[in-house]
């Protein structure tokens, strides 16, 4: 909690804590659990789960991953063993599968946090079966069967090879999986021939549940659903649909620190490099975020090319150069007077400006852009029934009390 300090009231205390941090950014948690209750609807009748990896896509796993299992999702996937222990603190009872497969001499961390492993390679399952039978656990594994990724997983005659397993009963599999290519792509050849191949394969694993689409392949129809989807960017505001309005709520809004106001004289030049170059007396604004934070240079401006845009006062306006590692400087000269002052707050993501939007700038994807928030933000929660109090700052020490000097012995009389 922020410390008291019995100078302040608590909402200065907060006030103080938010002044210490150049960025804040806020996830909303209910937005977040609508867009887990949307895509729910639209696999009806399949389970949908949530892909928490990467901290949850950057907005924090055990806050989401909380708040969602209070929302009704029961399994979520992660990358590795340390993000699912991690889940696993913030959710005792959910199903838990780690994505990146299974190394060797792991087992006992597996076992020791009640999660399973997705595994993708014959080695792996032999190694998961030796760990199995010398400790007798039995949480089990998923099987992961490459249908055109070529990253991870099994071969389809790999699989095929198992099958024997499958039908002799007891075979501790808890799903099969497959991962789509260019599911966002509707008219993708390569989603139908994904789509026939993994229906085979899943098909001889008898009593097994299936799991196929990722975000966008929800949207591709219910023959893609089968049992289970894993949505994971669409869940944090990302289009899924990008050939198509996007049908997700935003998730985050990042707001930065003006620092100084200061104008240029026309022909001055602005950041690294002298790039940008004003082309009339201009007004720039200062602001507390650089590509340490996640906001990448890409985004910068120069003469010949108008970078992204942050929204002052209300108003759009254009980044001013290279964004540097701590700061970005802003051409605030179309603003009224005033309306942008030393300490006021800009924002970055919100007000309409979109993660889609942002990662056009940075010319990546959505997914990069969460990823990549960074630490020295403020990161306040708000809704989902999960109270998380603001950063503490620290109060300086209380000055030693003064020693009065002692009183000098009375007068004789």
Same mark, same amino acid.
């Given at each position: /909690?922020?410390?008291?300090?019995? !100078? !302040?009231?608590?909402?200065?205390? &907060?006030?103080?804590?938010?002044?210490?941090?150049?960025?804040?950014?806020?996830?909303?948690?209910?937005?977040?659990?609508?867009?887990?209750?949307?895509?729910e609807?639209?696999?009806?009748?399949?389970?949908c +789960?949530? @892909?928490?990896?990467?901290? %949850?896509?950057g907005?924090?796993?055990a806050?989401?991953?909380r708040?969602l299992?209070?929302?009704?999702?029961?399994? $979520? =996937? @992660? %990358?590795?063993?340390?993000?699912?222990?991690?889940?696993?603190?913030?959710?005792? &009872?959910a199903?838990?599968?780690? *994505?990146?497969?299974? $190394?060797?001499?792991?087992? &006992?961390?597996?076992?020791?946090?009640?999660?399973?492993?997705?595994?993708?390679?014959?080695?792996?399952?032999?190694?998961?079966?030796? =760990?199995?039978?010398?400790?007798?656990?039995?949480?089990?594994?998923?099987?992961?069967?490459?249908?055109?990724?070529?990253?991870?997983?099994?071969?389809?005659?790999?699989?095929?090879?198992?099958?024997?397993?499958?039908?002799?009963?007891?075979?501790?599999?808890?799903?099969? /999986?497959?991962?789509?290519? +260019?599911?966002?792509?509707?008219?993708?050849?390569?989603?139908?021939?994904?789509?026939?191949?993994f229906?085979?394969?899943?098909s001889e $694993?008898?009593? @097994?549940?299936?799991?196929?689409?990722?975000?966008?392949?929800? =949207?591709?129809?219910?023959p893609?659903?089968?049992?289970?989807?894993?949505?994971?960017?669409?869940?944090?505001?990302?289009n899924p649909?990008?050939? %198509?309005?996007?049908?997700?709520?935003q998730?985050?809004?990042?707001?930065?620190?003006i620092?100084q106001?200061?104008?240029?004289?026309?022909?001055?030049?602005?950041?690294?490099?002298?790039?940008?170059?004003?082309?009339?007396?201009?007004?720039? %604004?200062i602001?507390?975020?650089g590509?340490?934070?996640?906001? =990448?240079?890409?985004?910068?401006?120069?003469?010949?090319?108008?970078?992204?845009e942050?929204i002052?006062?209300?108003?759009?306006c254009?980044?001013?150069?290279? @964004?540097?590692m701590?700061?970005?400087?802003?051409?605030?000269?179309? *603003?009224?007077?005033?309306?942008?002052r030393?300490?006021? /707050?800009?924002?970055?993501?919100?007000?309409g400006?979109?993660v889609?939007?942002?990662?056009?700038? $940075?010319g990546?994807?959505? #997914?990069?852009?969460?990823? +990549?928030?960074?630490?020295?933000?403020?990161?306040v #929660?708000?809704?989902?029934n999960?109270?998380?109090?603001?950063?503490?700052? &620290?109060?300086?020490?209380?000055?030693?009390?003064?020693?009065?000097?002692?009183?000098?012995?009375?007068?004789?009389?």
């Amino acid at each position: /909690m922020i410390p008291q300090t019995g !100078l !302040l009231s608590a909402e200065a205390n &907060e006030a103080a804590a938010l002044a210490a941090y150049g960025g804040v950014l806020t996830v909303d948690l209910d937005a977040i659990i609508a867009n887990w209750r949307k895509l729910e609807k639209t696999a009806v009748p399949a389970e949908c +789960s949530a @892909v928490v990896k990467a901290d %949850a896509y950057g907005c924090g796993a055990a806050q989401v991953a909380r708040a969602l299992s209070k929302a009704g999702c029961k399994t $979520f =996937f @992660v %990358a590795t063993i340390e993000e699912a222990r991690t889940v696993r603190a913030a959710v005792p &009872e959910a199903a838990i599968y780690v *994505l990146g497969g299974y $190394f060797q001499n792991t087992g &006992e961390h597996y076992a020791e946090i009640n999660c399973r492993p997705v595994i993708g390679d014959l080695n792996e399952l032999a190694e998961w079966d030796v =760990f199995c039978r010398r400790t007798g656990w039995s949480g089990g594994a998923a099987i992961h069967i490459d249908t055109g990724m070529n990253r991870l997983g099994l071969t389809i005659a790999d699989a095929q090879a198992i099958i024997p397993r499958i039908n002799a009963g007891d075979h501790g599999i808890t799903l099969v /999986m497959s991962h789509l290519v +260019s599911a966002e792509q509707l008219n993708s050849p390569v989603n139908a021939k994904q789509l026939a191949a993994f229906r085979g394969i899943a098909s001889e $694993f008898a009593g @097994v549940p299936a799991a196929l689409t990722n975000s966008s392949g929800i =949207f591709l129809g219910a023959p893609f659903q089968f049992d289970l989807v894993r949505p994971g960017a669409a869940l944090y505001g990302v289009n899924p649909t990008p050939e %198509a309005d996007n049908p997700m709520q935003q998730v985050v809004d990042l707001k930065a620190r003006i620092v100084q106001i200061r104008s240029i004289e026309r022909g001055e030049t602005v950041g690294y490099g002298g790039t940008w170059t004003a082309r009339r007396p201009t007004k720039l %604004a200062i602001i507390a975020v650089g590509y340490a934070d996640g906001y =990448f240079r890409a985004a910068s401006s120069n003469d010949g090319t108008r970078g992204a845009e942050v929204i002052v006062a209300g108003k759009r306006c254009p980044v001013a150069g290279r @964004v540097s590692m701590d700061l970005i400087a802003i051409d605030i000269t179309d *603003l009224p007077p005033n309306a942008a002052r030393r300490g006021h /707050m800009v924002t970055l993501l919100g007000e309409g400006i979109t993660v889609d939007e942002l990662a056009h700038h $940075f010319g990546t994807i959505g #997914y990069e852009v969460l990823t +990549s928030l960074g630490r020295r933000y403020a990161r306040v #929660y708000k809704g989902g029934n999960v109270v998380e109090p603001l950063p503490a700052v &620290e109060q300086p020490p209380s000055p030693p009390p003064v020693e009065q000097p002692a009183s000098p012995p009375p007068l004789p009389t």
